[in-house]
């Protein structure tokens, strides 16, 4: 067997964030608006109680609101990246559930980009392992 390290990539797991927090923005903006602009208004108090109401209640909400939308869409994902044990290539593999569709388990079958390999990867292990092959 053939092993190689996965790791996290944080970057898309981020981005897989990214909408939920611009609809969380926009609600929030949309909430400032429908109270004539009140919480704009507790935003420019005096120091240090806008710095306080901004940082303990208004982004608190506004990263809860985000967090909520994005595991309504997605729960318990993983984005898991590594090498590929041939060539070197970096590949990617989700783990997780997109509304109600589970990606089915801890291990993905996953197909080199480049050279064609197919990889197991294991979210519980992080490795990367070639499948043993069938001896005919």
Do not use: H, Q
Request: charged share 15%; glycine share 6%.
């Amino acid at each position: 067997m053939v092993y190689s390290d996965l790791s996290v990539d944080y970057f898309k797991m981020f981005l897989l964030n990214v909408p939920a927090a611009l609809i969380a923005l926009t609600l929030f903006f949309f909430l400032d608006d429908l109270t004539g602009f009140e919480i704009t208004y507790l935003l420019e108090l005096p120091e240090p109680f806008s710095f306080i109401f901004t940082w303990f209640a208004a982004l608190p909400f506004i990263l809860w609101l985000a967090l909520s939308i994005t595991n309504f869409f997605v729960k318990d994902f993983l984005i898991l990246r590594g090498p590929c044990p041939n060539c070197g290539t970096e590949n990617v593999s989700f783990f997780g559930t997109i509304l109600s569709i589970s990606n089915g388990g801890s291990a993905n079958t996953v197909k080199c980009s480049n050279c064609g390999t197919e990889m197991v990867y294991d979210s519980n292990t992080r490795l990367i392992t070639l499948p043993e092959r069938s001896k005919a």
